[in-house]
């Protein structure tokens, strides 16, 4: 167990010249952001690292990252083909948006607004008086000024596992190089997880917790 932690952080800690210089050059051609956090940096490193392990190793790589709601290093240097995905939250029976998921939309709008160039994905089926969870979310965005254009709505998901399979397919149909995963605090971990599962090691994943 022991050497199988000093692999995984091995593995993150090789990608710190390449993540720390990315994010100089990264920042610049941007223009929008200030550079990462100490703890962003750290996820950066880890998400790296996560990328290149052996899948049975995935859910222990995980348990390395520091849960934050700080900007991402991977938006911070690419903000062009990094993806925002807010994850859904069941609504109430009348269609209506529940706290837990105006948080998540919250979160999921500072980070667009900063970033203004990446695009956002909302996804979550589970309809409720025949409107789906990614529905509510891209109707939520809208109103609050994030353009059409930017939105992608995955309105066929029913879990996790899903919202993660079937956004891969958002990503690889766009050629999206990175993946930022709103949640909550008590979901974020194993929604990253999840999405990296999805994804196979082909882009970086990482998570941001979401605050009200």
Do not use: K
């Amino acid at each position: 167990m022991r050497r199988t932690h000093t692999r995984l952080v091995a593995a993150a800690s090789a990608a710190a010249l390449t993540l720390t210089l990315g994010a100089g050059v990264g920042t610049a051609s941007a223009g929008s952001a200030e550079m990462p956090s100490g703890t962003a940096l750290y996820n950066g490193l880890t998400m790296v690292g996560c990328q290149h392990v052996d899948p049975s190793m995935l859910q222990m790589c995980g348990g390395l990252d520091v849960l934050t709601s700080d900007d991402p290093a991977v938006l911070t240097i690419n903000p062009f083909t990094t993806d925002i995905v807010i994850l859904g939250a069941g609504l109430y029976p009348d269609g209506g948006i529940r706290p837990v998921l105006e948080e998540r939309l919250r979160t999921g709008f500072r980070l667009a607004r900063q970033y203004p160039t990446a695009r956002v994905i909302v996804t979550g089926g589970v309809p409720q008086n025949g409107r789906t969870e990614a529905r509510a979310m891209g109707d939520w965005l809208r109103g609050a000024g994030i353009a059409p254009w930017r939105i992608t709505e995955e309105g066929n998901s029913n879990s996790t596992v899903q919202n993660a399979q079937f956004t891969d397919r958002i990503f690889r149909e766009r050629g999206t190089t990175g993946a930022v995963v709103v949640s909550t605090g008590d979901h974020v971990q194993r929604a990253v997880l999840n999405f990296r599962q999805a994804v196979a090691g082909r882009i970086p994943v990482t998570g941001v917790v979401a605050r009200g």
